[in-house]
């Protein structure tokens, strides 16, 4: 068996594992996360009930847009669930996708769009909602361009905003043992060339880059080097939790949600 197969299997039982709560609960002392990733999700769409999304709707009447975020590596966490309920405020309801489950596997580039374009399109369905924001944190904040970038075209033509928080210079689309097949296959990839082709596109969606002023002293956060005629920065007090200011985040991206 050639090493890329042998990594491959271990990948694919790690998903047999995240998918099989006894079994996830048991082997967590050599796999941190998979008992989490064994956890439901909560509510989400029939038409996507195949991908590990969580579905938030604002209790007042329908939405008038709605956000699909890519969680950190985390998985669905207490920042994705505050952001969440911070665009469910502002009348936004989210389609939260749960990385920490969804990346167990490496996916390609098309792959990532192609589902993250499905999510654009139940939302759109079950809603009605006419305007997306693409958002992502940290590990999703680094996928959330890749994924724009590879939507269809009717899908890309929906999203209004593209908003990462928390960006770095590399993007993965794996963790864990499916992070080491990535790397045979090519990646961590360039976040900055990924975040020009959005600013390039002919849609022109506002993008966002929001980082904590601690990620900036530090050197981890990309979103200062990028062109600030294009991209509207954000910089937060904190570090890579801006601290815990996530209403203000969800405010600030809702806002460019609204339609004159």
């Not at 068996?1 to 998918?19: D, E, K, Q, Y």
């Not at 911070?86 to 990385?99: H, I, K, N, Q, R």
């Not at 994924?147 to 993965?172: E, F, H, I, K, Q």
């Not at 390039?200 to 530090?218: L, S, T």
Request: aromatic letters at 6%; glycine letters at 8%.
């Amino acid at each position: 068996m050639t090493p890329r197969r042998v990594l491959t299997s271990l990948a694919f039982a790690g998903v047999l594992l995240a998918a099989t709560p006894a079994l996830a609960r048991t082997f967590h002392h050599w796999f941190p996360g998979f008992a989490r990733a064994a956890l439901p999700p909560g509510e989400t769409l029939p038409e996507i009930a195949d991908l590990p999304v969580v579905a938030v709707a604002p209790r007042a009447g329908p939405p008038r847009a709605a956000v699909v975020l890519i969680t950190g590596s985390g998985g669905w966490a207490e920042l994705d669930r505050k952001l969440a309920a911070g665009f469910a405020a502002e009348g936004v309801a989210t389609l939260g996708m749960d990385s920490l489950r969804y990346f167990l596997a490496p996916r390609s580039p098309d792959e990532v769009g192609a589902d993250v374009g499905r999510m654009i399109e139940a939302a759109r369905r079950v809603w009605g909602v006419q305007d997306v924001a693409l958002v992502g944190y940290s590990f999703g904040a680094d996928t959330v361009p890749v994924a724009y970038n590879r939507l269809p075209p009717a899908d890309r033509a929906a999203v209004r905003t593209v908003a990462m928080l928390g960006l770095s210079r590399t993007a993965d689309l794996a963790m864990g043992v499916a992070k080491i097949v990535a790397q045979i296959d090519g990646y961590p990839q360039s976040t900055a060339a990924e975040v020009a082709r959005v600013a390039q596109a002919a849609e022109r969606p506002a993008i966002v880059c929001v980082y904590g002023e601690e990620e900036q002293a530090e050197g981890r956060t990309l979103c200062p080097s990028l062109d600030s005629s294009r991209v509207r920065l954000i910089e937060t007090a904190g570090g890579h939790h801006f601290d815990g200011d996530y209403n203000a985040l969800a405010r600030a991206v809702a806002a460019t949600l609204k339609r004159a």
